[in-house]
């Protein structure tokens, strides 16, 4: 499985942006997909979790600002960012967990700054 994410990029504070994780297959198989991101000098934390029954989990930071969601058909995970921080700064990355194997792609970054 290879996953890559897309999306990055700098943004005002109190912009948007759109993340994309897309699978190299069917995230059918998936049994959980999450968000992670890495703060400069901070460690990673998940910020979005996606199950295959449609659950949906967030970190407090980010409730009711960002949505996580998928398109089955285009084998895609994505992180809808909203009333974005200079807080929100960070790398974010997307992981699959697919029985016992984690999959992660590679990191995006976000820098929100004025």
């Known amino acids: 499985v290879q996953l890559q994410a897309s999306g990055g990029g700098l943004v005002q504070p109190g912009g948007s942006l759109r993340l994309s994780c897309v699978a190299s297959?069917?995230?059918?198989?998936?049994?959980?997909m999450n968000w992670y991101r890495q703060a400069p000098g901070k460690q990673l934390a998940l910020v979005a979790q996606?199950?295959?029954?449609?659950?949906?989990t967030y970190a407090d930071s980010v409730k009711g600002r960002f949505t996580i969601s998928r398109d089955n058909a285009k084998n895609t995970v994505y992180l809808q960012m909203n009333s974005l921080k200079p807080e929100d700064t960070a790398v974010y990355s997307c992981n699959a967990v697919v029985g016992r194997s984690i999959f992660w792609g590679q990191g995006t970054l976000v820098t929100v700054s004025s």
């Open positions: 996606l199950t295959s029954g449609g659950s949906t």
């Open positions: 297959g069917s995230i059918f198989r998936f049994n959980v």
